[in-house]
């Protein structure tokens, strides 16, 4: 069976630079698995590869939606799924490369997506809850949901809770039973990781060299075109943190501080989300050092492709 790459790990692990390093490596084209480097115009804040980056690979699925145009999980699997197809057409490897759980499984696996409509009055009454009154709801009509789901999860939290109120019987299935692997090919997976500390110096160190690069800029722009705090594109860590600052209400040091803890927090969720594979080959990249790393993965690579 054909085989694609998965790159994952936490946000600012260093997996752009290492699935450019395979796909140059193994002649293959990268599919990126990054809710937020979907966007046009979103370049910055979203840490998306630079010109240089996509000049020394081809990248697919990174700056093709309007940040106002709604966009689902089923629809990035079938654009995923395409372009692996279209990858595989030309004798290349796909490199699946990112830190989206969804957007990782939507390719790994046969994901159901004919879920019960949301309910628009339901779902209004729901978010005025905050989430410990959600959590304790969902405890009530799926006690199995609440115990997997993080009880600050709210958006997670909600949809439970309109799945099981639903009156289909069905409620949210666990990790292990909710999919099937794809038949369309094999997945070779590779989870990148770091000591803690160097992982959150790592990150402190984007969220500077952002508001270096223009992150405020780049906010101020996005509102200016239209886009709101409401927008799902908007939602992203270090937009809605601007965002707050800009209407004024925090200083912007505390904005820039927010940033950070809430990446901090988002590596250690994309952390425990990864770790849930048991097929994926884990790569300390700061074991002794990165290119040591780097030559690591080669090696495992060129042993099962």
């Keep these: 069976m054909r085989k694609i790459v998965v790159l994952a790990g936490p946000t600012a692990v260093g997996k752009t630079e290492v699935a450019i390093a395979v796909a140059r490596r193994f002649q293959g084209e990268i599919v990126s698995a990054d809710s937020m480097q979907i966007y046009r115009g979103m370049d910055v804040g979203s840490a998306k590869p630079t010109a240089a980056e996509r000049e020394a690979a081809v990248h697919h699925l990174i700056d093709f939606l309007d940040p106002g145009t709604p966009f689902s999980v089923a629809e990035y699997q079938k654009l995923a799924r395409d372009a692996i197809a279209e990858i595989f057409a030309r004798g290349k490897l796909p490199v699946v490369c990112g830190g989206t759980g969804l957007y990782v499984n939507s390719i790994l696996y046969e994901m159901d997506f004919s879920e019960q409509p949301a309910d628009p009055?339901?779902?209004?009454?729901?978010?005025?809850?905050?989430?410990?009154?959600?959590?304790?709801?969902l405890d009530r009509v799926d006690p199995s949901a609440a115990a997997r789901i993080h009880p600050n999860n709210t958006k997670r939290l909600i949809r439970a809770i309109e799945v099981a109120e639903s009156g289909s019987g069905k409620g949210i299935p666990a990790f292990s039973d909710a999919f099937k692997p794809c038949g369309d090919y094999e997945a070779v997976l590779i989870g990148l990781s770091r000591e803690r500390a160097a992982l959150y110096a790592r990150i402190e160190a984007r969220v500077d060299r952002m508001l270096e690069a223009g992150l405020e800029d780049e906010v101020r722009s996005l509102l200016a075109d239209g886009r709101?705090?409401?927008?799902?594109?908007?939602?992203?860590?270090?937009?809605?943190?601007?965002?707050?600052?800009?209407?004024?209400?925090?200083?912007?040091?505390?904005?820039?501080?927010?940033?950070?803890?809430?990446?901090?927090?988002?590596?250690?969720?994309?952390?425990?989300?990864?770790?849930?594979?048991?097929?994926?080959?884990?790569?300390?990249?700061?074991?002794?050092?990165?290119?040591?790393?780097e030559q690591r993965i080669f090696e495992y690579l060129e042993a099962v492709l």
């Design 228 to 293: 709101t705090a409401e927008d799902i594109s908007m939602q992203g860590i270090g937009y809605k943190e601007m965002i707050a600052y800009l209407r004024g209400e925090c200083p912007r040091e505390e904005a820039i501080a927010l940033i950070k803890q809430s990446s901090r927090r988002y590596a250690k969720r994309q952390l425990t989300w990864f770790r849930r594979y048991p097929e994926m080959r884990w790569f300390a990249m700061d074991e002794p050092d990165e290119q040591t790393a």
């Design 121 to 137: 009055a339901l779902r209004a009454a729901l978010q005025k809850m905050d989430a410990e009154a959600l959590w304790q709801r």
